[in-house]
């Protein structure tokens, strides 16, 4: 079993609204798609969105890598190439200036050839014997206030009720739309992201102003290089404080456990490269009591099977998943493995 062929295409789902964060608005879902297809007949396919703000990887970018990849990975076995993507000593092999998206797009194409070289469904072959139900949170875009209320509301009337609210620069105005939404919705979980926005002392005053506030955690309220600004926000806060663009691989994660600069980390496949350097990452915080959240980009259908797929494999380590991009689509994806019916999710056998 060998990989004959390595292609690409672009692929583009419309959203329902516009998706609005503090460091970008996209109104579709692009991304690319690589099929690897083996001399059986087996075909794995992998997806890389465009995340430049985060990863630094547009369209063309991730187009690039793979075609370098192509090169070093076509007439391997899938397992070989797998270890070729991950390893950077193999010299005769390297794949030149690969990031970390398109390197997730192969991994998990990958991943797919060889749990289909086993006859067993990707579940189990990431460890566990039977799919278990799931939920997801829904994403809250950055607005107004009234306009934030509103789609709240929406949501948890949806069956929604886990909502991740997506907060700007401006404290005052993130202060006021929290305390609304978690006056207007008591019942509903909220996961404060602030995508790096906030300066320490906004993000002192945004805890001291919502102490009477139940909030689930909160999410990379600094900019992600500035770990110890992160650490003295999570010594002042009686609400978990998550790491997302601070950690990106393995290396990054032990420091953030090690520095104590944050109760939590956010996984995603687009960020360490994969899932097998989520597992390793996954691994070393359960051998360390560390809860994750696993997290994604706007991701296309592919992507979030498979990382669907990783949570429940690793559900006693990812206490959040961050998994909606398909309750953001204006149409349902018929390429999804799972039913995603408000916030829970379940695997469709």
Known sequence: MKIVSIETEIKKIPLKTPFITALRR??????????????????????????KAITGEGLEEILESIVSAKRVLNFHMPSSALEILHDKKAKQFAIKNIGSSAKAALDMALHSLIAQSQQIPMYHYLGIQEP?????????????????????????????????????????????????????????????????????????????????????LIEQPVVAKDLQGLKRIT???????????????????????????????????????????????LQYCRANHIQCMLGSMLEGPYSINIALHLAMAYSDVIKYIDLDSPLLYKEVSEELEFVFDGCDIRFMA
């Open 235 to 281: 010594n002042h806060s009686t609400v978990p404080i998550l790491a997302d663009e601070a950690v990106f691989t393995l290396e990054d994660a032990k420091k953030v456990v090690e520095t104590k600069s944050a109760n939590m980390i956010n996984i995603k496949l687009m960020k360490c490269g994969g899932v097998t350097k989520a597992i390793e990452i």
């Open 26 to 51: 996209v109104e579709n879902v692009e991304f690319v798609r690589v099929r690897l297809e083996c001399d059986n007949g087996a075909v794995g396919i992998g997806e890389a969105p465009a995340t």
């Open 132 to 216: 278990i139900p799931l939920q997801t949170d829904i994403t809250i875009s950055l607005n107004d206030i009234p306009t934030m209320l509103e789609d709240a509301k929406k949501a948890v009337g949806s069956g929604m009720w886990i909502l991740k609210i997506k907060l700007g620069s401006d404290i005052t105005h993130a202060i006021e739309v929290t305390r609304n939404i978690a006056q207007e919705l008591p019942h509903a979980k909220l996961i404060i992201d602030a995508n790096q926005s906030w300066h320490v002392e906004d993000a002192l005053a945004y805890i001291d102003a919502l102490r009477d506030v139940k909030l689930e």
